[in-house]
């Protein structure tokens, strides 16, 4: 199992662009979500996924779309980057939303907005 | 949104020396997880607790969850290099919960 994978793992916009952060499990897992991560804020939910065509917003959604059409598949997309939106994106996934194992973190996207 | 309590936000210790870190709330929770984000990775499961008083461990980690379930402790003895990350405390409340985490301590370990 290739667990939780993003891609890019880098990239750079000016501000106004649009692009899409892939992430991808093979785990069958139902529960998907993005998170970012800025310095002294830890890690905060943007959008979330129960499951296939079933999206939530989380703690930061403003500025984010995501869609779920697969189980495997959970794309964010930024439709208009501000540098504000530079951080460091990470992907999860775990079996049910309340899952005790905890979710498996991909290795994440680092984006810098200019 | 709620927030756990980790500080302070770096520790900085001397290879060899156990360190203790810990995770409070103003709220129960149900489960506690500890994960550690090495530098440039994800985060990574280190421990999962799911009962109050629980005392867990992961090779020369130990973790406890708190007997009031509001706060969760995490001890790394005999420190060595590699024991440099971020290390997140998590909490979840119960069903259709979506977890908390702490704000994370930034661990150093001089050789």
């Known amino acids: 199992n290739a667990g939780v994978t993003q891609t890019p793992k880098f990239q750079v916009l000016k501000t106004g662009q649009s692009m899409t952060l892939q992430c991808a499990q093979d785990m069958n897992h139902e529960y998907m979500s993005w998170y970012r991560q800025d310095p002294g804020m830890g890690l905060r939910l943007i959008h979330y996924?129960?499951?296939?065509?079933?999206?939530d917003q989380g703690e930061v959604p403003n500025g984010y779309n995501v869609s779920r059409s697969t189980t495997e598949d959970f794309p964010l997309r930024l439709l208009s980057a501000a540098p504000s939106q530079t951080s460091v994106y990470f992907c999860?996934?775990?079996?049910?939303?309340?899952?005790?194992?905890?979710?498996?973190f991909g290795p994440g996207t680092r984006l810098t907005v200019l | 949104g709620q927030q756990l309590n980790q500080s302070p936000q770096s520790m900085f210790i001397q290879e060899g020396e156990d360190v203790s870190m810990n995770c409070t709330s103003s709220?129960?929770?149900?489960?506690w997880l500890w994960y550690k984000q090495d530098p440039g990775e994800g985060p990574v499961l280190l421990i999962a607790?799911?009962?109050?008083?629980e005392l867990t461990s992961n090779g020369r980690l130990t973790a406890q969850f708190g007997i009031t379930r509001k706060d969760s402790f995490l001890n790394i003895s005999a420190s060595i290099p590699s024991d440099v990350g971020i290390y997140f405390c998590?909490?979840?409340?119960?069903?259709?919960?979506?977890?908390?985490f702490g704000k994370g301590i930034t661990l150093s370990v001089r050789p």
């Open positions: 999860a996934s775990s079996r049910r939303l309340e899952s005790e194992e905890g979710p498996f």
């Open positions: 709220s129960i929770f149900n489960t």
């Open positions: 998590a909490g979840l409340k119960g069903a259709n919960s979506k977890l908390t």
């Open positions: 607790l799911y009962k109050a008083g």
């Open positions: 996924s129960v499951g296939a065509g079933i999206t």
